[in-house]
């Protein structure tokens, strides 16, 4: 949700304006709509004056169809009348009482009776066409007006499809402005994932083009400095090699045995030394991941038992023969070796146990709790102890190894057994 968190945005605003533009343009039908309505219902509110009179003056039929006929109107018979008030659509219907004053006489008295009459005016739409429907107490009649059509709103929404067209072509052009902003994302998730000859050199001038050309600068001379900084460790740890190499061969023409020992050790030393670096340097600038695999997790296990060179005796494993991950052999292994080399050198009894559980690998061995938190141990060159055999790498090679397989390093003691995890990384 979150990587796309500008599209969504963008397409919300899309339909909050399309829902307002809709409400507005609904709000004008029903006011066109209604106003329509009631200018023909009082247009034609003669027809029931007409009627009206018919109706009180007992006129003739003739004339009230002559009168019907100026206004371009004509009378709808009784069936069809019952018809399209059964199946027409009511568009406005008014009730009134109208009061007429008359002079009566009954047995030699004058009065005024005030007789009232009930007229109701209905106005249908039926079959594309107008109809007035008009009773009174002594009748009812229906007219059709044949000039009338029912409502039709092209007008409105001519103008609604436009504005509508408008907008949404708006907003497929802000997309079509973001396509490269997509693109670059892309790239540098590339670029991210190890792929430094991944180009995000662009086109245009505009602002998403100088961030792609100003991130092509910037790669050209990350990779530059990256291939400057292998170029001479690489060249280093040759330098190293040559040396090491000799004195280890002149050792062997010394006279004293315990001086052959002592040189031979700082050879041995150095050597292991330059090893560590080389791999420090294979992990921390591991830009692909074409030498990983799915293994089984037993043989990666077996791998580091012989890298180690212990007894198998001193190791216990309980790790599913089918669990598999996804690895560098050669790297994982090591990884694996620098636990096992620990727990022989800093566990009393030399024994350590592997046991993988629900996803995460533990090493088992007992002894004293550390002195401090595991990340001082992680820091390259740093030892409890500076009488301690070692140089201080084990662990930090340990960490960087873990953190190309997308895990961590992390420690537990409980009932005198330390544990040390690879797990997945959170």
């Known amino acids: 949700m979150r990587r796309h968190a500008v599209l969504l945005t963008i397409l919300f605003a899309l339909f909050v304006t399309l829902s307002s533009v809709s409400y507005v343009f609904w709000q004008f039908y029903q006011l066109n709509y209604t106003r329509y309505v009631n200018n023909i219902f009082i247009k034609h509110s003669v027809i029931t004056q007409l009627f009206h009179e018919y109706q009180q003056n007992q006129g003739s039929s003739v004339i009230f169809d002559a009168n019907l006929a100026i206004y371009n109107m004509s009378a709808i018979s009784d069936s069809q009348a019952r018809h399209i008030l059964e199946y027409g659509k009511i568009l406005k219907e008014e009730t009134r009482t109208n009061s007429v004053d008359s002079m009566e006489e009954n047995a030699n008295i004058s009065y005024i009776a005030t007789p009232t009459t009930?007229?109701?005016?209905?106005?249908?739409?039926?079959?594309?066409?107008?109809?007035?429907?008009?009773?009174?107490?002594?009748?009812?009649i229906m007219v059709m007006d044949a000039t009338l059509k029912p409502y039709k709103p092209w007008n409105l929404l001519s103008n609604y499809a436009t504005?509508?067209?408008?907008?949404?072509?708006?907003?497929?052009l802000i997309l079509q402005r973001l396509r490269p902003l997509i693109r670059l994302f892309q790239r540098i998730a590339l670029f991210g994932a190890g792929n430094l000859n991944?180009?995000?050199?662009?086109?245009?001038?505009?602002?998403?083009?100088?961030?792609?050309?100003?991130?092509?600068?910037?790669r050209l001379k990350i990779n530059s400095m990256l291939e400057a900084r292998t170029l001479f460790l690489r060249n280093i740890m040759h330098e190293l090699k040559t040396p090491i190499a000799k004195g280890t061969i002149a050792?062997?023409?010394?006279?004293?045995?315990?001086?052959?020992?002592?040189?031979?050790?700082?050879?041995?030393?150095?050597?292991?030394?330059?090893?560590?670096?080389?791999?420090?340097?294979?992990?921390?600038?591991?830009?692909?991941?074409?030498?990983?695999?799915?293994?089984?997790?037993?043989?990666?296990?077996?791998?580091?038992?012989?890298m180690s060179m212990v007894e198998i005796e001193h190791i216990e494993v309980d790790v599913q023969s089918s669990a598999k991950m996804l690895a560098s052999y050669r790297l994982y292994t090591t990884a694996i070796k620098n636990m096992i080399d620990n727990a022989m050198k800093y566990s009393p009894d030399k024994h350590i146990q592997i046991?993988?559980?629900?996803?995460?690998?533990?090493?088992?061995?007992?002894?004293?709790?550390?002195?401090?938190?595991?990340?001082?141990?992680?820091?390259?060159?740093?030892?409890?102890?500076?009488?301690?055999?070692?140089?201080g790498l084990g662990l930090y090679l340990v960490d960087s190894i873990l953190k190309a397989h997308k895990q961590v390093l992390a420690y537990e003691y409980k009932d005198g057994i330390n544990s040390f995890i690879f797990a997945k990384e959170r």
Request: avoid cysteine; charged fraction near 25%; hydrophobic fraction near 40%.
């Open 251 to 306: 050792t062997q023409m010394l006279e004293s045995q315990k001086q052959r020992d002592r040189f031979s050790s700082i050879f041995g030393r150095l050597e292991a030394l330059v090893n560590d670096f080389a791999m420090i340097e294979e992990v921390t600038s591991l830009t692909n991941k074409k030498e990983f695999a799915q293994y089984r997790i037993v043989d990666i296990i077996d791998g580091a038992i012989d």
């Open 163 to 172: 504005i509508v067209s408008i907008i949404i072509i708006s907003f497929m």
């Open 355 to 391: 046991v993988a559980i629900d996803g995460e690998l533990r090493f088992k061995s007992r002894g004293e709790r550390l002195k401090y938190p595991l990340s001082f141990y992680i820091e390259p060159f740093t030892k409890e102890s500076s009488s301690q055999n070692s140089f």
């Open 118 to 140: 009930r007229l109701k005016t209905m106005m249908l739409q039926y079959q594309n066409s107008i109809y007035f429907y008009i009773r009174t107490n002594t009748g009812s």
């Open 198 to 218: 991944v180009s995000f050199k662009a086109k245009g001038a505009d602002e998403i083009a100088v961030i792609a050309n100003e991130l092509e600068t910037a």
